[in-house]
C-alpha cells in the first residue's frame, strides 16, 4: 500500500468526519442512521430507511443535502402518482408541432424518496430502473443522471393500507436496508430543546462537494481487501443460500431465497467505506461484519415456518455471523 494512498485515506476520512459533525448539529442521537447514510454516500449506493414517523428520517437526508454541495430533490410517494412525475414527460406544443422535455425531480444529486411503498408499482420500477441503469429514456432521448447520484428511500414498515410493499427484486436495488429505531431518553430530551425551545432551530452548512464526494469514492474503491476477506464476505452470502453446507441446517428450513452476488459485492464496497471512514486503507473482518445485517436483511426471503416461529431475516443473519468462521 502507498504513501500516497494512506494519506489520502487520512485525508478523506477527515472530510467525512466533518461532514457527520455538520450534520449532527441538526441531528440529536441516531448516530447509527446517520452513519450508514454516510457509508452509502461514500461506497455509491443507495439506501434505504425503515422506521415508524418522526424518528428525523427526512430531517437527517435534508441536512445531509444541506451539508453536501449538490442538488436536492425531494418525491413525496402517494397512491396517484404517475411514472412522469418522478422521472419526466413530453411537453406536446401544439402551435410549432413539436414535443419538448420536461425532466422530473430525479435528476438531481440527492433524492429523497418519500414513503416510496406508498406509491404504485409502475412508479417505483421508474425510480428503480434509473436507480439501476444511470439514466432515464424520454421519448427517444436517453438522459445520462447526475454523478453523484443517490436515492435515499424512507418507508413506514407499520401501516398497511394505502401502501404497496416493494417486491424482493426491486429491494436487491439498495445497498443498505437501515432499522431506524427509537431515540434514548436523553436524545429525546435534547430533541424537546433543540426543535420546540426558544433558540432558532439550527441549520446544517455546506461543508463537502460534489467533486470531493466523487474524489473519496475513487480513493474508497482503493482500499485494499485481503483474499481472505473476500472469502469471507462470500462465505456469508453463501451460507444464505445454503445453510447445510455451511454447517447450520437448522437455518434450511426458514430461507426460501438466499442472497445475489450483489450482496457479496455490496459487502465489500461498505466495507471499504467503514475502513476509510475509520481512517484505514484496508479492510478487515469485523468491517464486513459491521455492515452485513444492513447488506442482507432486504435481499433474504425467509419463510412462512420463520415467520409462525416470530423469526426475522435479522435472525438468521445474526445465526450466520456467529458460526461462520472469521479468518
Known amino acids: ?22 450534520v449532527g448539529k441538526v ?14 454516500l461514500l461506497a455509491g449506493g443507495h439506501v434505504l430507511l425503515e422506521g415508524v414517523p418522526g424518528l428525523a428520517k427526512t430531517l437527517v437526508i435534508r441536512t445531509l443535502a444541506d451539508a453536501v454541495d449538490g442538488t436536492f430533490s425531494r418525491i413525496q410517494f402517494t397512491p396517484d402518482m404517475l411514472p412522469g412525475d418522478v422521472v419526466g414527460t413530453q411537453i406536446y406544443n401544439p402551435r410549432e408541432g413539436t414535443y419538448t422535455v420536461r425532466k422530473g425531480p430525479v435528476f438531481g444529486n440527492l433524492i429523497l424518496a418519500d414513503e416510496i411503498n406508498r ?4 412508479v417505483q420500477s421508474a425510480l428503480l430502473e434509473a436507480m439501476q441503469e444511470r439514466q432515464v429514456t424520454l421519448g427517444d432521448q436517453t438522459f445520462r443522471l447526475a454523478d453523484p447520484f443517490l436515492v435515499l428511500a424512507t418507508q413506514n414498515p407499520i401501516e398497511q393500507e394505502g401502501t404497496y410493499p ?13 432499522k431506524v429505531g427509537y431515540p434514548t431518553r436523553d436524545d429525546e430530551v435534547k430533541i424537546i430543546d433543540r426543535m420546540a425551545g426558544a433558540a432558532p432551530e439550527p441549520t446544517a452548512q455546506k461543508v463537502m462537494t460534489t467533486d470531493e464526494l466523487i474524489a473519496a469514492r475513487e480513493v474508497a474503491r482503493q ?16 451460507a444464505t443460500r445454503d445453510p447445510k453446507a455451511a454447517g447450520l441446517p437448522n437455518l434450511a428450513p426458514l430461507i426460501d431465497n438466499g442472497a445475489s452476488p450483489r450482496a457479496s459485492i455490496a459487502l465489500v464496497k461498505v466495507a471499504k467505506a467503514q475502513a476509510l471512514m475509520s481512517g484505514r486503507s484496508y479492510i478487515s ?9 444492513d447488506v442482507l436483511r432486504h435481499r433474504l426471503l425467509v419463510s412462512y415456518e420463520a415467520e409462525a416461529q ?13 458460526n461462520v468462521p472469521v479468518p
Open 285 to 293: 473482518p469485523h468491517d464486513v461484519k459491521t455492515i452485513a445485517h
Open 223 to 238: 482500499v485494499f481487501v485481503d483474499d481472505k476477506v473476500k472469502r469471507y464476505a462470500v462465505d456469508l452470502v453463501a
Open 166 to 178: 416493494l417486491p424482493e427484486a426491486q429491494l436487491d436495488r439498495f445497498m443498505l436496508k437501515v
Open 310 to 322: 416470530g423469526k426475522t431475516t435479522d435472525h438468521v443473519i445474526a445465526q450466520i455471523l456467529e
Open 1 to 22: 500500500m502507498s504513501d500516497r494512498l494512506t494519506e489520502d485515506v487520512s485525508k478523506f476520512s477527515g472530510r467525512f468526519t466533518a461532514l457527520k459533525a455538520e
Open 27 to 40: 441531528l440529536v442521537g441516531q448516530d447509527d442512521m446517520l452513519h450508514r447514510l454516510l457509508l452509502g
Open 119 to 122: 406509491a404504485p408499482a409502475k
